[in-house]
């Protein structure tokens, strides 16, 4: 079985520009997950979606990120305009429907300059 | 919204000897745990987790973790480490409704020959 997939894997960026991680996840999985973990801390969940739902958005900063999960399967997460706080390990998780066990993707590291 | 407080952010051990990775949480309401692990290199994955009955819980690998309800803690043992234990362990706490989910900021584990 195919793991959850993220694209890129490194991202390195201006201040001031825009960046959008994409994320595939296992088959099947109807619930999928955007975290932030900063170096030093433990993952942020910024947004949970359900199908093409989202199901929890309220700690994503909704002035510069914006995700989307078009036809409930993979999905996009992009940052504009990005800021030098925003260096960090992007990481995207999935999980069947009523379960708590999440199966992670090996993260971006993005690198804002 | 939960905190989860892992207060010790590395661990040395020598091998073989037992070893204790605390995680306490703030909550009024009735919670589920858990601890993922990462290793050198890989993603998060579920390492054990508590839903409901019994309090004491245990992995495959031999670690165990116990809810401690009165003490608000989840913390993570295993009686004889190996150096292949030697990863990033962080706690997490969901609320229920499969989702809320919150993370420690994580513990090194250095296990040393």
């Known amino acids: 079985e195919a793991g959850v997939a993220q694209s890129p894997r490194y991202k390195i960026i201006e201040k001031r520009q825009s960046v959008a991680f994409w994320c595939n996840p296992i088959?099947?999985?109807?619930?999928l997950y955007w975290y932030q973990q900063i170096l030093g801390q433990g993952p942020k969940l910024l947004i949970q979606?359900?199908?093409?739902?989202?199901?929890?958005d309220s700690q994503l900063p909704k002035d510069r990120f914006s995700a989307e999960r078009l036809k409930g399967v993979d999905s996009t997460l992009k940052i504009q305009p990005a800021k030098l706080e925003d260096s960090a390990v992007y990481l995207c998780a999935s999980s069947p429907s009523d379960s708590y066990e999440q199966y992670f993707g090996p993260g971006t590291r993005l690198t804002v300059t | 919204a939960q905190s989860v407080t892992q207060l010790d952010s590395q661990v040395p051990v020598f091998e073989e000897a037992p070893v204790e990775l605390r995680c306490n949480y703030s909550?009024?309401?009735?919670?589920?745990l858990f601890w993922y692990v990462q290793y050198p290199n890989q993603g998060l994955q579920l390492l054990l987790k508590y839903l409901s009955g019994s309090t004491l819980v245990e992995s495959i690998n031999g670690f165990e973790a116990e809810f401690n309800k009165s003490q608000t803690s989840f913390h993570l043992r295993k009686p004889s480490v190996h150096i292949s234990d030697t990863a990033e362990y962080f706690c997490?706490?969901?609320?229920?409704?499969?989702?809320?989910?919150?993370f420690g900021s994580g513990t090194k584990l250095n296990v040393k020959p």
């Open positions: 997490a706490v969901s609320r229920g409704n499969f989702n809320k989910f919150y």
């Open positions: 979606f359900q199908n093409n739902g989202v199901v929890d």
């Open positions: 088959s099947g999985h109807a619930t």
């Open positions: 909550s009024s309401v009735s919670v589920y």
